[in-house]
């Protein structure tokens, strides 16, 4: 999508932005760590100013090969992945569809406890960023018992967030508890997270130091934009692809301040404001380009990136829904960035649902198959079969067909059948296909459990955190 001279101009209006407009930063502890390296700082607006020479050394220094750790190693992930994206479940709402009531509701632990082990049994989900929030737990407490809960109900890796240092250092402790250790754990980090910047150009105190106690720790942190052409970004692409880009190496920097050659994921999330409704649209085409540009800046750089895929702005699934989810996300896979988010997300993340993760990895495979192509060479050809079926022969009875046709995509809950079929078999949709198998599943599907002793460290350790909290 960008030239190479697209690219370098992006480059350069982002460094101008970094170094003449600035940026706010509200962790004293990251200005500290700016100004003694030579950036400019106004303490009585706590705006930063940051030369090229900072960024410069800051993508000489990032980490740009290493693995995410999972419980099950054999799940590991190695970055940069193999071309193909690794995928995820969708984050962070507060909100989940429930079957029953047919209407989203504020969601719980229970609810997480359910979502990650979906997620832990379905072969789409490459690692988990625990999509519920369990509202049932003190606010404070919420990401710290949510990670608990994450840990106990996946072998996958997991990815997570937090908003001020406290709580980072309380989740590192856990990581290293599930991972056997502090340097075990700087070895295979055993969860990332999930870092948001303020657009336009702020950097909040908490979730900054939280940055920098993860860098320090070397936890592969998100640096995740959602510069939203239209309100926190110019309705111009190009412009808001300029800004975000400034987010992004800005956060670089810190990081890389905190720990020389800790790990980072230049993340996009962007999407246009709709100026009917007021509402960030992540269903717009727009999401999906600026996703396949923010792919592309982190290539450059030789960055790992992270990407938001599968958006959409439907309520409930549907045509809305399936057509905005398959073009956003066939276009950013294609870009090749290293993660992607969005499974199981309706209404522009608002809420999820655990039918719509299904649904939606019917999707993915989709364009899996579609980025994995065509191989050409002799055995491919199958030349030999094409000689001996000659012309007015079918292909269906020879051996060849017979040894080769489970490579076809064969999605798991569309329905491929004829319309009588379907008919007679009661006009079942997608949706309904895609609820009985998560009944099944969370009926049959058993995590690996934690060991007694990992599970009770991890428990007295929420409750410590809470109790200092509370």
Known sequence: MLSKA???????ASLRILENTGAVVRSASARSLLESAGARIVEDNMQVFIPENLVR???KSAANEFVLGARDPKRDLKIPSDGFPYVCTDGFPVQIWDHALQKKRPSTRSDLEKWATLADALEAVDFLWPSVTPTDLPPLTQFV???RTSYEHTEKHVQYQAVDA???KAEIEMACAVAGGEEENRKRPHFSSVQCIIAPLQYDGGSTDAVIEFARAEIPIVAMTMVSPGITGPTTLAGSLALANAEVLGSLVITQLARRGSPMFYCFVCAPLDMKSGNFVMGAPEYGVMSVAGTEMAKHYRLPSMMGGLGNTGKSPGFQLGYEKGVTTAVAALAGCDLMTGLGGLNDS?????EQMLIDSDVWGHAKRSWQGIDVDEAEIAMEVIEKVGPKG???SHPHTLANFRRFHMPRYADRSSYDFWVAGGKKEMYDSAHDAVEKILAAHKPA?????TSNKLRDMEIAFSKRNS
């Open 449 to 453: 459990p934690l060991s007694e002793d």
């Open 6 to 12: 697209d690219i370098e101009r992006t480059h350069d």
């Open 350 to 354: 608002m809420f999820v649902s655990m």
């Open 394 to 396: 079918q292909y269906l």
């Open 166 to 168: 406290n709580q980072a």
């Open 57 to 59: 050394d800051a993508l």
């Open 145 to 147: 018992g949510g990670l």
